[in-house]
C-alpha cells in the first residue's frame, strides 16, 4: 500500500478509494445467508482516478482488499505471516545466487473465474500491462525492477530483474502482480468501473447506486485452484459513510463483523465496557501515521523547518490523548514491530523542546514564526484524523515559532492534490505492501516514489536501497536500514507520527476472525464462518 495508505483504529496506510455507501445488507447476519462485513472503505471512479479497481490502478488499502479476493497472484503471505509460499504457482525460486532471476511454475489446470485456462502468457500479460501502463497513482514501483518475463510452455514464467531483490517474492504476493485477462483488461489503459475479474478465491459483483459503490458480494469461485482453503460461500462487504453508523449496524445485528476503520472511541469503549454478543479482537498492526512534505515549496524547503518541528511535535500526546489504546507514538518510518526498526528521530531530537526549535531555525537564519498550512484528508482514515491535526497545530502555534493554519479535504480530491505537489506540508498513512523494512523505505525515497515527492538521497537511492535488497538474510541488511533511518531523521522528507494497533469487532458465532485480518491490514474472508 503503497499503500497502500494507512487506515487503523483511525488511520492504517496502504491508500483506499472512494465512495461511501449508507447501508447494511437487508438480509442481516442472524446466523443465515452471506457473511456480512462492514468497512467505512469507499470506492469511487474520478478523473483523476477513473479505474479505482484496476490492478495496475489501485495503490489503496481498500481497493486491495477487494483485489486479494479476486485476483490470484502467484505467491502469498501464509497465514500468521512468514516467507511467501506459492498460490497460482506450485513453486517459485530464485535460480541464481544473485537474486535476479526468478522463476515461478503455474499449477496444472488453473482457471479463472469464467472456466478459460491460465496460462503463462497470461502471467506475463499482467505483469507488463502494470508497468507498460505505468500510472501517476498507482503501483508500478512495486515491479519497476523488473527488467523482461520470460514464458517458457504455458505453466513457466521467469522474472529477469534489473538489480538484486531478495524482497521481489513478497511483491510478487501483492494485487499489482495478480494475474487478469487480456480480453477483459486493455494491455494499454485502464479498465474503467468497478467489476473485477480474475482466478482468485471469490467472484465479485458491486452493487452500484448514484455512481457510488454501496455494497459488493463476494461468491466463492468454483474454479479456483490455489493454496488458499474457502470457508464460506458469500460475503458481503458493506460500505458506511464513518464508524458510527457501522457500529449501529453491528449493534443490530445487520452486519457481522467490522473492520476499518474503527475509531477509537469505538475500541476503547469496547475495550472499558464489553458488548454482550459482541467480540472486540486485538491484532498485529503494521500501519503507520506521518506528515509528508513537499521540499521543493518556499515554506518548507530548508529542513531546518522540517526539523524544527520534529523537534517540537508531541507524539505522546497525540497517541494518548487523540488516539488512547490504539496507538503509540513512532521515532522511525519502520515501525518498532518489524527488524531494522531504530528510534532514529528519538536518538536526534529526543524529548519535544521549543528551545531546540528555536536554535535549529535561528542557526538557519529562517525568520519565524515560519507560516504554512497544514492539509488533512477528512474522510480516509477515520473521524480522529480532524482531532489529530487541531492538536498538531496547537503544538507547533503554542511554541510561537509557527503559524499553522489546517484544512482539510476528501480524499477524492486530496490524494490527486498531494501528487500534484499542492501541498507544502500534509498528512499520511501507510500500510506495508509486505512486512519487510523495504517496504517502509523504498516507497518514500526510491525513484517513483509513493508521494511523488521532489525529494532524494542519492546515497539512499542508489546505494543503500539497492544493498539492503541483496541481503536474502533480512536480519543482515539491519545496519543498512539504520543508515536510512538516520537519514531520514536528518533530512525530514517525511516525519512519522504514530504507529497503530488493530482492532476487529464481531458477533458471536463468526468464526476464523483473528485469521481474517493480517498484520498488514490485509482482508482474508476466505478464512470467515459461522460455528452453528
Not at 50 to 65: F, K, M, R, S, T
Not at 130 to 152: A, M, Y
Not at 269 to 296: C, N, V
Not at 353 to 359: G, I, P, T
Request: aromatic share 8%.
Amino acid at each position: 500500500m503503497n499503500r497502500k495508505t494507512l487506515v487503523l483504529p483511525a488511520v492504517l496506510g496502504l491508500l483506499t478509494p472512494v465512495l461511501a455507501a449508507c447501508g447494511a445488507s437487508e438480509s442481516g447476519s442472524e446466523g443465515k445467508g452471506a457473511i456480512v462485513v462492514g468497512t467505512t472503505d469507499q470506492f469511487v471512479a474520478t478523473k483523476d482516478v477513473p479505474a479505482p479497481l484496476d490492478p495496475a490502478i489501485g495503490y489503496e488499502a481498500g481497493v486491495w482488499n477487494v483485489l486479494r479476493q479476486t485476483v490470484q497472484t502467484l505467491t502469498h503471505i501464509p497465514r500468521g505471516g512468514g516467507e511467501p509460499v506459492p498460490e497460482a504457482a506450485e513453486s517459485c525460486a530464485f535460480t541464481d545466487t544473485a537474486n535476479e532471476s526468478y522463476r515461478c511454475k503455474l499449477r496444472s489446470g488453473l482457471k479463472f473465474a469464467d472456466g478459460s485456462p491460465v496460462t503463462a502468457q497470461d502471467v506475463k500479460y499482467s505483469i507488463d500491462r502494470v508497468i507498460r501502463i505505468k500510472s501517476t497513482n498507482g503501483p508500478v514501483s512495486l515491479l519497476n525492477n523488473i527488467d523482461t518475463v520470460e514464458t517458457k510452455g504455458d505453466r513457466e514464467v521467469v522474472f529477469h530483474l534489473r538489480a538484486p531483490d531478495a524482497t521481489f517474492p513478497y511483491k510478487l504476493a501483492t494485487p499489482p502482480a495478480g494475474i487478469v485477462q487480456p480480453d477483459k483488461y486493455p494491455a494499454t489503459s485502464a479498465r474503467n468501473g468497478f467489476q473485477v475479474d480474475g482466478s482468485g478465491p471469490y467472484t465479485m459483483k458491486p452493487e452500484v447506486k448514484n455512481d457510488q459503490v454501496v455494497k459488493v458480494v463476494f461468491t466463492r469461485n468454483p474454479h479456483y485452484k490455489g493454496d488458499l482453503k474457502v470457508l464460506n460461500d458469500e460475503v458481503e462487504l458493506d460500505l458506511f459513510p464513518d464508524a458510527a453508523a457501522m457500529g449501529k449496524a453491528l449493534d443490530d445485528k445487520k452486519i457481522d463483523m467490522m473492520t476499518r476503520t474503527m475509531s477509537p472511541k469505538q475500541s476503547q469503549q469496547m475495550l472499558e465496557s464489553p458488548k454482550d454478543g459482541i467480540k472486540l479482537t486485538e491484532m498485529p498492526g503494521l500501519a503507520i501515521s506521518y506528515l509528508g512534505f513537499d521540499t521543493d515549496d518556499p515554506a518548507v524547503r530548508n529542513k531546518a523547518v522540517r526539523q524544527a518541528m520534529a523537534q517540537v511535535i508531541d507524539r505522546g500526546q497525540i497517541a494518548s490523548e487523540v488516539y488512547g489504546a490504539t496507538a503509540e507514538p513512532l521515532y522511525s518510518l519502520i515501525p518498532s514491530s518489524i527488524a531494522g526498526h531504530t528510534n532514529s528521530f528519538f536518538n536526534k531530537y529526543g524529548e519535544p523542546s521549543k528551545a531546540k526549535a528555536a536554535a535549529i531555525l535561528k542557526d538557519a537564519g529562517i525568520d519565524t514564526p515560519v507560516k504554512f498550512t497544514l492539509h488533512y484528508t477528512s474522510d480516509h482514515y477515520g473521524d480522529a484524523t480532524a482531532t489529530e491535526f487541531k492538536t498538531l497545530q496547537k503544538q507547533l502555534n503554542a511554541t510561537g515559532l509557527f503559524d499553522i493554519t489546517v484544512e482539510g479535504a476528501p480524499w477524492s480530491k486530496y490524494r490527486p492534490a498531494e501528487l500534484r505537489g499542492e501541498y507544502a506540508a500534509y498528512g499520511m498513512g501507510w500500510f506495508p505492501d509486505f512486512p519487510d523494512p523495504d517496504n517502509y523505505t523504498a516507497p518514500f525515497l526510491d525513484k517513483d516514489n509513493f508521494l511523488n515527492s521532489p525529494y532524494r538521497s542519492a546515497v539512499a537511492q542508489k546505494t543503500l536501497i539497492p544493498q539492503s535488497r541483496r541481503e536474502a538474510d533480512r536480519s543482515v541488511a539491519a545496519t543498512t536500514f539504520k543508515r536510512i533511518q538516520d537519514i531520514v531523521a536528518e533530512d525530514v522528507p517525511v516525519l512519522p507520527v504514530w504507529q497503530g494497533k488493530q482492532y476487529v469487532a464481531s458477533r458471536d458465532g463468526l468464526t476464523g476472525v483473528e485469521w481474517a485480518v493480517n498484520s498488514s491490514a490485509d482482508l482474508q474472508l476466505w478464512e470467515l464462518g459461522r460455528s452453528d
